[in-house]
């Protein structure tokens, strides 16, 4: 999942949360079962220095489930 790897070393938090948007996306619409396989990247999120993408990360995880 290139969103991921791109997410984890863009700079702004907007770019950030856009590139989580599509791992969302794709993760809860398309290829549910991709969700246990990065589940812990998703929750490595919850460090991030932006309360905006430790938000995004609680709503990602609660959608998801």
Same mark, same amino acid.
């Given at each position: 999942?290139?969103? =991921? /790897? !791109?997410?984890?070393?863009? $700079?702004?938090?907007? @770019?950030?949360? *856009?590139? &989580?948007?599509?791992?969302? @996306?794709?993760?809860? /619409?398309? !290829?549910?079962?991709?969700? @246990?396989?990065?589940? *812990?990247?998703? &929750?490595?999120?919850?460090?991030? =220095?932006?309360? *905006? ?5 609680? $709503? =990602?995880?609660? @959608?998801?489930?």
């Amino acid at each position: 999942m290139a969103a =991921f /790897n !791109e997410a984890a070393v863009c $700079g702004s938090s907007s @770019e950030k949360l *856009d590139l &989580l948007r599509k791992v969302q @996306e794709m993760v809860i /619409n398309q !290829e549910p079962h991709l969700l @246990e396989i990065f589940l *812990d990247d998703v &929750l490595n999120y919850q460090a991030d =220095f932006t309360p *905006d993408v430790r938000k995004f990360v609680v $709503g =990602f995880i609660e @959608e998801a489930w």
